[in-house]
């Protein structure tokens, strides 16, 4: 079965960096894009950032480009989303998630605030 565990998320100040991690399973991580998305209490999930199967295409919605990185370690089957400059809006249960994958991991919560 498809497993994905998010893992890094935390309370951090206005301008503060966290990196999240994704652990995945079931599947041939390599041969598949991944993607983070964000969901804020009473917001749609959002997409935030995507990396191609070998990390050569990468996509940021524009609320985070040029703050988050999004990364992965196809050894060790991990996507990886380096967050700074961080901002109140950030503030969200980030997923990861596999494009058109057949579920969704637990999230992990970041909050930014002073």
């Known amino acids: 079965q498809v497993q994905l565990v998010e893992s890094g998320g935390g309370l951090v100040l206005p301008g503060g960096s966290l990196r999240l991690s994704c652990a995945a399973s079931g599947f041939t991580f390599s041969l598949y894009a991944m993607s983070w998305y964000r969901q804020a209490p009473g917001k749609a999930r959002d997409l935030v950032a995507h990396?191609?199967?070998?990390?050569?295409?990468?996509n940021y919605v524009n609320s985070v480009k040029g703050r988050f990185t999004i990364s992965r370690d196809n050894a060790k089957n991990t996507v990886y989303l380096l967050m700074n400059s961080l901002k109140p809006e950030d503030t969200a249960v980030y997923y990861c998630?596999?494009?058109?994958?057949?579920?969704w991991g637990q999230g992990t919560q970041v909050t930014v605030s002073s």
């Open positions: 998630h596999r494009p058109s994958g057949p579920n």
């Open positions: 990396i191609s199967n070998n990390g050569g295409i990468i």
